[in-house]
């Protein structure tokens, strides 16, 4: 019997998660697969559910939908979730918690709510046993996902256990990290998909610990971004049979056996060399070490990388933002200790009120240096650069050609696309309000 499924994802991703998520499963009919709002929708088997788990680099979980209904009150809430047969998913002496999410519910209390979901898993499992399961915050055997609507709530099992932006690589944390999730999703909307017409090289030259680069070398090497770690379905009922186990070893050799070499060139460089060392480390963790070339540099000086006449370029940034980061290298420097000394603009953040340097021409720097260093390329490079500021071009002094809306956790971005060709760069025109 397939299961509802539902695979939440950022805000701004649903397109390329369907897309994903089509390419993983050629085998489902198109029309069980949903685009919703923040997210998809479909349904499938438990052998899906593992490989979406396993496979997508998109999806933040894979949520199985037990039940689904009106509601007005807590109580009606407990009637829903008495509804699923639980001993089908965990014993007495498995642990449970339920996380709860709610648009224009009218609930007062969503801790309640969480409180009465919980009792009814009890209150069924006693009658049944005898015994009751307990709660465990931390790791549970069965986390729940309650989703209180304004009339109606859904309830779902998460099958992924901890969130799949955990890839099992990242040990050395810098500041403000690129979830893995949206590195995939701006690969994703750049089109680059790791080989020399999808893309071609990429260079992320504020690479911190390494996010961009990594996921695109694992896209590049065929490695499934959940070969690292663990699944939560992985102690429940309905996958812990053997014929279940035996399942998931096979998708799990079956994806070892499809990693290969990258077809194109990956590099990485920070102006923090603690970050390239850190960087480096979650490369050898991800598997992906000898597919990116790691340099210490100030992204306004470093060359571009050389490449083959035909072999387009892509350059992928975070940079910093200013709040939540200090800008390094030549821009970020004290005005005593630089030649040039551009006004530095004292930017109190809002991640703990401290004064950070943010100097206000380091994008019209990094631009000319762009157009510099990166326009003479015969194949051209195509510049991807995440941000909140909606007036980055003009503040690049480059006109985009895409501007895609991402949210970074709660920061609204855009990722704007500038196209790096000879004679191609001009002052921007077009400014969003
Ligand atoms: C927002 S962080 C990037 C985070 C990264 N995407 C990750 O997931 O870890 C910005 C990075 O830009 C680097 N940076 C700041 N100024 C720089 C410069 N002038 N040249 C190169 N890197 C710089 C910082 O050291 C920091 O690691």
Redesign the pocket.
């Known amino acids: 019997m397939p299961l509802p499924l539902f695979l939440p994802c950022a805000a701004g991703v649903e397109e390329w998660l369907f897309e994903e998520v089509r390419r993983l499963l050629p085998e489902t009919s198109p029309t069980r697969i949903e685009r919703t709002r923040g997210g998809v929708a479909l349904e499938g088997e438990p052998l899906e559910v593992m490989t979406l788990n396993l496979e997508s680099r998109l999806a933040q979980r894979v949520l199985i939908e037990v039940a689904e209904g009106p509601y007005a009150h807590e109580n009606d809430l407990y009637e829903l979730a008495r509804t699923v047969d639980w001993q089908q998913w965990i014993t007495p002496q498995h642990t449970l918690r339920v996380d709860t999410t709610a648009q224009r519910s009218p609930l007062r209390s969503l801790n309640f709510a969480a409180l009465r979901i919980k009792d009814a898993v009890c209150d069924q499992l006693r009658d049944a046993t005898g015994e009751r399961p307990s709660v465990d915050i931390r790791q549970p055997d069965l986390p729940l996902v309650l989703h209180a609507g304004a009339e109606r709530a859904a309830l779902y099992v998460d099958s992924s256990g901890e969130s799949l932006f955990k890839r099992g690589w990242r040990e050395d944390v ?5 979830k893995e999730t949206l ?1 995939a999703a701006m690969l994703a909307a750049a089109g680059w998909r790791g080989t020399p017409p999808a893309g071609g090289a990429l260079h ?9 680069a990594i996921e695109a070398a694992q896209i590049a090497c065929g490695i499934a971004p959940g070969l690292k770690r663990r699944f939560g379905f992985e102690r429940l009922l309905p996958f812990s049979s053997a014929e279940m186990r035996a399942q998931l070893q096979r998708l799990r050799s079956a994806a070892q056996a499809r990693i290969h070499a990258s077809a194109v060139p990956i590099f990485a ?4 060399f603690r ?1 390239v060392d850190f960087a480096r480390r979650n490369a050898q963790r991800a598997g992906v070490e000898a597919a990116i070339v790691f340099n210490g ?4 000086e470093r060359p571009a990388p050389v490449l083959p006449a035909e072999l387009p370029g892509t350059l992928m940034i ?4 200013g709040e ?9 420097r004290p005005p005593a200790q630089r030649r040039d000394g551009p006004e530095v603009r004292h930017a109190t953040g809002d991640d703990g009120g401290d004064n950070r340097a943010l100097p206000d021409d ?1 994008f019209a720097r990094l631009a000319a240096h762009w157009k510099r260093a990166y326009t003479q390329h015969p194949a051209g490079w195509t510049a991807h650069v995440l941000s909140p500021d909606m007036k980055l071009p003009s503040a690049m002094r480059l006109k985009e050609s895409r501007r895609v809306p991402m949210w970074n956790g709660p920061i609204e971005c855009r990722l704007f696309r500038f196209d790096l060709i000879a004679g191609s760069t001009r002052p921007a025109r077009v400014q969003e309000p």
């Open positions: 810098g500041d403000a990290p690129l590195a992320d030259p504020c690479c911190g610990s390494g996010t961009i460089s920070d102006v923090s970050m540099g100030d992204a306004l975070n940079p910093p933002y939540r980061m200090e800008v390094g290298g030549k821009a970020g380091f």
